[in-house]
């Protein structure tokens, strides 16, 4: 620790917990903070800014840790949140718990009140028990109670959230720590470096063994690569697997480009007769949650043997019983699955493929006619075929996406060939994500970001399009504006709660703060609209007139609400 470091009004051989948390986020190769100033952190902020960090600064806490959570799930380092204590930190929590639920490494670092006052409940400024309220929610929690463990504090936080199953890790910091004077001797020596926080976990050769013996035995095989997939990095290792086994595989939302949309392998377009047929499933970094209907009839057959390649023990026989288990991380695994497949010991099933082909073709045609129609208003499927062939020219472009039908109908029609460059409402189906991802996609790859959003999806992050200027982040924010949450209310009637103000102009938002808005009503003008933005490179926002009767409830997952399980009771 270097004079420099020192606080200003200090004794020279004095610091304090304000200077030895920036210490050891630098020490760990921290160089960007997302979050919300005030009592107790203003000060850090300060000073991590000085020190060299990027800070970047939002209008809310959920969205500073949703930009945290997609930094950690890009960049396979935690994404470190910072919020004050009581309501800044409950605000942050949805984006804690959402980065858990969905595997992405991150920290939330909230201040926190006086223990002595807040465990006797003696009511201090912005109280709460926030250790216990993380807790639930998160992969681990810590509290720091004494300068002389900031040290250790920060690199438990680090491992926890990176190692193993990634997920949010909460770190509750006093204000009575940040405040804290430590001799400098005593600090240095309580610096922690965290190594390898994330080594590889080979799986056992006799999982790999047993797995090749049950792929080799299909004839139906099918696999299917999920978000941890994306996450692994292991690009190359999959992409070889597949195309040597012929194999033919099915991107999860967030895996869409791990192999480019139209490889000839893939069996998107024909998802349902894949999965209902195939009578051995290869579950890589993909969980058999919700997504996948618990991996149960109707959709999947109580034949098909699965192997699962996780590096969560405990997530195999989860919802069905996992004939080859391969607990390890996925690019050990498929390195390991590559070096042991023997040529030709996979063989290609080509009857299989045939008709997956087959069956791809009829729906991609029964799509097209979809997608070239040219409705007024504009609906989901012209919408998103303007977008589309806007990003044509564009394929490194990160998408971000929410809504309902606006999240259902891009993930079909907007191709990726870029692996882990779509970012969405993932495992929860959560509203909110939008503009935190985009800005924290912005700011970690320097690279554009079109946010396809939903009028009411736009609705829970929107203010942040303020710090999207503020920061010139080249983001392009589309709204599907059909005037509700799914769809609009008749002309006339009185709002019900679906409903949203008719006809706004969300262009307007972005103008006050001196970005470009564009207002289009039809295709022609959403792909100029949409090109025109990109090639400048700034700040934007296209508010899309969708018609108002286009939208399902509830988009793609209707028999998901209680009231249509009634009727298909009755
Ligand atoms: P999707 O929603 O795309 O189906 P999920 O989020 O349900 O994907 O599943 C991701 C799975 O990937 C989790 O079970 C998680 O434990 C696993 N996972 C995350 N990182 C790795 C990794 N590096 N190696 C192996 N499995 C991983
Ligand atoms: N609140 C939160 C945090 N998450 C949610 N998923 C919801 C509420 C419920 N919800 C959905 O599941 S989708 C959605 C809501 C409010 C918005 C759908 O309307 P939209 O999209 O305008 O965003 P479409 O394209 O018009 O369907």
């Not at 990726?416 to 996609?441: E, F, K, N, Q």
Request: hydrophobic share 45%; glycine share 10%; charged share 20%.
């Amino acid at each position: 620790m270097s004079a420099a470091e020192m606080p200003e009004d200090m004794p020279g051989n004095m610091t304090d917990g304000f200077h030895l948390v920036v210490e050891a986020l630098k020490l760990n190769g921290v160089d960007t903070i997302f979050g919300v100033a005030g009592i107790p952190i203003t000060d850090l902020l300060r000073l991590a800014q000085a020190e060299g960090i990027r800070y970047l600064g939002f209008r809310h806490e959920q969205s500073a840790g949703n930009a945290a959570a997609i930094a950690g799930f890009l960049t396979q380092k935690p994404g470190i949140c910072m919020t004050v204590s009581a309501p800044g930190f409950l605000n942050g929590m949805v984006a804690l718990a959402n980065a858990t639920t969905n595997c992405f490494p991150m920290i939330m670092i909230s201040g926190s009140s006086d223990r002595a006052i807040v465990d006797l409940e003696q009511g201090d400024y912005e109280e709460l028990d926030q250790l216990n309220a993380a807790r639930p929610y998160a992969k681990a929690a810590y509290r720091i109670n004494r300068p002389q463990d900031i040290g250790v504090g920060i690199a438990r936080a680090i491992r926890a959230a990176v190692s193993g199953r990634p997920g949010g890790v909460y770190l509750d910091l006093t204000a009575e720590v940040l405040g804290s004077a430590l001799d400098v001797a005593t600090a240095r020596k309580s610096l922690v470096k965290v190594v390898d926080p994330a080594l590889p976990q080979p799986p056992a050769p006799e999982a790999i063994a047993r797995a090749i013996e049950l792929l080799a035995s299909a004839q139906r095989p099918l696999a299917i690569l999920g978000k941890g997939a994306a996450y692994a990095q292991a690009d190359q290792e999959i992409r070889s697997f597949i195309e040597t086994t012929g194999i033919p595989f099915l991107p999860m939302s967030m895996a869409k480009g791990l192999l480019p949309d139209d490889h000839p392998q893939s069996a998107a377009a024909a998802r349902s007769y894949a999965i209902g047929n195939a009578d051995v499933v290869l579950l890589a970094g993909a969980r058999l949650n919700w997504l996948l209907s618990h991996g149960r009839p109707p959709l999947w057959s109580e034949a098909t043997r699965f192997v699962q390649i996780d590096i969560l023990p405990t997530e195999i026989d989860s919802n069905r019983a996992i004939a080859a288990p391969v607990v390890g991380d996925i690019k050990s695994a498929f390195a390991t699955l590559n070096a042991t497949i023997k040529p030709g010991q996979i063989k290609r099933q080509a009857a299989w493929m045939d008709e997956i082909g087959r069956r791809k073709q009829q729906n991609i045609e029964r799509m097209a006619a979809r997608l070239n129609a040219d409705p007024s208003p504009m609906n989901f499927s012209s919408a998103l075929r303007a977008v589309r062939n806007a990003l044509a020219t564009h394929p490194d472009v990160y998408i971000v996406n929410e809504g309902a039908n606006t999240l259902d109908f891009a993930r079909n029609i907007i191709d990726m060939s870029v692996p882990r460059h779509r970012l969405d409402s993932g495992t929860w189906g959560v509203m909110g994500i939008g503009m935190g991802y985009a800005i924290g996609a912005a700011a970690v790859t320097g690279k554009p970001v079109i946010a396809i959003e939903g009028d009411s999806a736009f609705g829970f992050s929107g203010m942040e399009i303020e710090t999207i200027c503020r920061y010139g982040l080249p983001v392009v924010t589309i709204i599907f504006n059909n005037n509700g949450v799914y769809r609009g209310d008749p002309a006339g009637s009185a709002y019900s709660p679906t409903g949203l103000l008719r006809d706004a102009r969300y262009d307007k938002i972005i103008e006050a703060f001196g970005g470009a808005g564009y207002h289009v009503t039809d295709t022609p003008g959403l792909t100029k609209a949409l090109s025109d933005a990109l090639a400048s490179g700034k700040p934007a926002l296209i508010n899309a007139v969708i018609d108002p009767t286009a939208g399902t409830e509830s988009g793609h997952i209707q028999s998901l609400n209680p009231r249509s399980a009634v009727t298909q009771r009755t």
